[in-house]
């Protein structure tokens, strides 16, 4: 009876144990509810610069979570002790979000210019309150003589945390 028991516990620990991490994924860490849209990735790789693909959180049960891809609305179920291992970016409990924008000016364009331009996206920012916080910043990143550019970096807080 032992031996039993002892094998028992081999072919089934595996999934009590992935269906426990589940259940503290929903009730105790609570990354997301419905209606949420969130991106996930291996936690010991860095996402990317460029934007993770994102999912809107459709169904939450004790054993799974149904998602549905932003793009092209394709729905996916996963178990949730699947996603306790994974890092879970909410995109509805982020920050709000912080645009950078890079720019390429060539090098004749004089400095008044520059600042022109500068003053107009200032005042693009400032006159939409409902969809800007502030232009946090316009500086020069990068000077290419050789390619003919000074690049300069627009950094802007939008409203919503995207």
């Known amino acids: 009876m032992n031996g039993f028991l002892f094998s028992f516990s081999f072919s089934f620990g595996a999934a009590a144990s992935n269906w426990f991490e589940g259940l503290l994924l929903i ?23 460029s934007g ?12 799974t979570t149904t998602v549905r891809f932003a793009t092209t609305n394709e729905v996916a179920t996963y178990s949730n002790g699947s996603l306790a291992s994974l890092r879970i970016i909410n995109a509805n409990r982020s920050p ?5 924008i890079d720019i390429k000016f060539g090098l004749e364009v004089p400095f008044a210019k520059i600042k022109i331009f500068q003053t107009a996206v200032e005042n693009f920012v400032k006159s939409r309150p409902r969809e800007w916080v502030a232009l946090i910043g316009f500086r020069a990143t990068r000077v290419e003589v050789d390619f003919g550019y000074i690049e300069y970096r627009i950094l802007s807080q939008h409203r919503e945390a995207w």
């Not at 105790?28 to 936690?43: C, E, K, N």
């Not at 993770?52 to 054993?63: A, G, H, P, Q, Y």
């Not at 709000?96 to 950078?100: D, G, L, R, V």
């Open 96 to 100: 709000k979000a912080i645009i950078y």
């Open 27 to 49: 009730f105790v860490r609570r990354a997301y509810d419905i209606g949420d849209r969130i991106a996930t990735s291996h936690p010991a790789s860095d996402t990317s610069p």
């Open 52 to 63: 993770s693909s994102t999912w809107f959180v459709e169904r939450i049960t004790l054993f």
